[in-house]
């Protein structure tokens, strides 16, 4: 299973960069920082440019650490707080199916990060081959709190910032 979990984490991490550079930058068909900011401001995300450029900037970076398995827990904490935020904003509301808008996608992308974070990243790693791995339940509860509280915090300050305006 060692090579299953390089493969998991170089296609999961590439396209969570991928998916960071739609917003940031516009690219693969993304409508890019200004766009993505309106579209937050519409989820109550204020200012929107600014969270919608934290997303973009977290998706990017955990999902290339994650596609080096380079600090590997830290990636997927990265991951599972954008991960978390778009389903407390987003997907919640519509129940757990995608087909209805709901969070199952983004539920299984956050255990796709933790259960790396918990199993480690595999052979191929920046991680492995620099001698830092750090893997274990340990490490999974740390990316899930510091993912989540993380969350938390993205959401109760885009509120705050509804609140002020």
């Known amino acids: 299973m060692r090579n299953g979990r390089t493969i998991l984490r170089v296609i999961v991490g590439l396209l969570f960069a991928g998916h960071g550079l739609q917003k940031l930058a516009g690219w693969f068909g993304g409508h890019g920082l200004d766009a993505t900011g309106e579209a937050f401001e519409g989820m109550g995300l204020t200012p929107g ?23 590997t ?10 991960m ?8 919640a509301k519509n129940g757990p199916w995608v087909t209805e808008g709901g969070f199952e996608y983004n539920l299984v992308l956050i255990a796709v990060a933790l259960a790396l974070a918990a199993e ?27 993912g989540v ?7 109760r300050l885009g509120v705050m910032s509804d609140q002020r305006a």
Do not use: Y
């Open 49 to 71: 440019r600014k969270h919608a450029q934290a997303a973009g900037l977290s998706e990017t970076v955990g999902g290339t650490l994650l596609a080096l398995g380079a600090l």
């Open 73 to 82: 827990p830290v990636a997927s904490s990265m991951i599972t707080v954008t």
């Open 84 to 91: 978390a935020v778009a389903i407390d904003r987003v997907h």
């Open 120 to 146: 480690g990243p595999g052979p191929f790693s920046i991680d492995e081959k620099l001698g830092i791995e750090t893997s274990g339940p340990a490490a999974a509860l740390a990316a899930l709190a510091l």
């Open 149 to 155: 509280g993380g969350a938390a915090a993205v959401s």
